[in-house]
């Protein structure tokens, strides 16, 4: 098959049938999101907090 | 396919937060360090000590406070300074990378068009604008000791303007058709016409000067990590996405 045929079945799926590896990779995007920005146990803060601050989540 | 996705989320990501982690040793981290120095500002809590120290021109009072100590009196534990503390921070850079990279691979994936080197750039600059610009807006980059609004509200309209900044730019430059394109100049602007929570008093311990600096140091670091991130995560959808799932 060409490329251009190749690359279309990508394009070719729904929105429907892409959506279940979107909401994983969602989720798991905003899980850690809020685990190394968010959360506020102090071992958390304290581990994370100069990562925090340079990528400028709200912190203390 | 989710496999292929999460190969090219870790690789990207990794490798975009230990990068990033060598740019903020050089930018932002010194500044953290030297704001740290007044952080504390005398309050009774923190166990402030005052010292003196001829290393600034005219010597200056420097307000410094030891470990946190907690009501009941146990430390919270946190990295010793030096070799610890960087390897925390960049066990947290690569986790911020990894996290930013599955939402710019989802976003990518959702989109379903080809991405690679170039056009992965420019998700990654559009992930600056939702992720450090748009919130930075409203909530400049904060130096230790910043004085600031209570931390959960914060929050919140942090998550509220990245959401709404997100959501904008997808329905303003994506979709086609007028109505969907007003909805997105809506969502763009909603979060700074809301407003986000702003200390009720200003006048924290540290510089304006060193706080102007690590603002605009934060966010010119934060617009490297995007790019890297945004390149480096069109190629290897490029590769382990588009290519491998038409082989």
Redesign the interface.
């Given at each position: 098959?060409s490329?251009n045929v190749?690359?279309a079945?990508?394009?070719a799926?729904s929105?429907a049938e892409?959506a279940i590896?979107?909401m994983?990779?969602?989720m798991?995007?905003?899980?850690?999101?809020y685990?190394?920005?968010?959360a506020?146990p102090?071992?958390l803060h304290?581990?994370?907090?100069?990562?925090?601050?340079?990528?400028?989540?709200?912190?203390? | 396919?989710?496999g292929r996705?999460?190969t090219a989320?870790l690789l990207s990501g990794v490798l975009a937060g230990v990068l990033i982690s060598v740019v903020?040793e050089f930018?932002?981290?010194p500044i953290?360090l030297h704001a740290e120095l007044y952080e504390g500002g005398g309050g009774e809590a923190d166990h402030a000590t005052l010292i003196w120290t001829d290393e600034v021109a005219g010597g200056q009072f420097y307000l410094v406070h030891g470990d946190?100590v907690?009501e009941d009196g146990e430390e919270?534990?946190?990295?010793q300074d030096g070799f610890e503390?960087s390897l925390?921070?960049l066990?947290?850079?690569v986790?911020?990378g990894?996290?930013?990279?599955?939402?710019l691979?989802?976003a990518f994936?959702?989109r379903?068009?080809?991405v690679d080197g170039r056009t992965g750039l420019m998700w990654g600059v559009a992930g600056f604008v939702v992720f450090?610009l748009a919130?930075?807006m409203g909530?400049?980059?904060?130096?230790?000791g910043?004085m600031?609004s209570e931390?959960g509200g914060?929050?919140t309209w942090?998550a509220f303007a990245a959401a709404g900044t997100a959501a904008g730019l997808w329905l303003l430059l994506l979709v086609k058709k007028l109505p969907f394109n007003v909805l997105g100049f809506v969502l763009l602007v909603l979060p700074h016409v809301v407003g986000a929570p702003q200390p009720a008093e200003l006048g924290g311990p540290v510089p304006p000067e060193l706080s102007a600096h690590?603002a605009s140091a934060?966010?010119g670091?934060?617009l490297v990590?995007w790019a890297l991130l945004g390149w480096i995560a069109g190629l290897s959808y490029e590769r382990f996405?588009?290519r491998a799932?038409?082989?």
């Open positions: 098959m490329d190749l690359k079945s990508i394009a799926q929105v892409r590896p979107v994983i990779l969602a798991l995007g905003v899980f850690l999101l685990g190394v920005g968010f506020q102090d071992v304290n581990a994370a907090h100069d990562g925090r601050h340079s990528f400028a989540f709200p912190c203390h | 396919m989710i996705l999460l989320v903020h930018t932002t981290t953290i946190e907690h919270a534990w946190g990295p503390r925390f921070t066990l947290s850079n986790i911020t990894v996290a930013y990279a599955a939402l691979v989802a994936y959702l379903g068009r080809e450090a919130p930075g909530l400049p980059p904060e130096v230790p910043a600031a931390i914060r929050q942090w690590f934060s966010l670091a934060g990590f996405v588009t799932s038409t082989a």
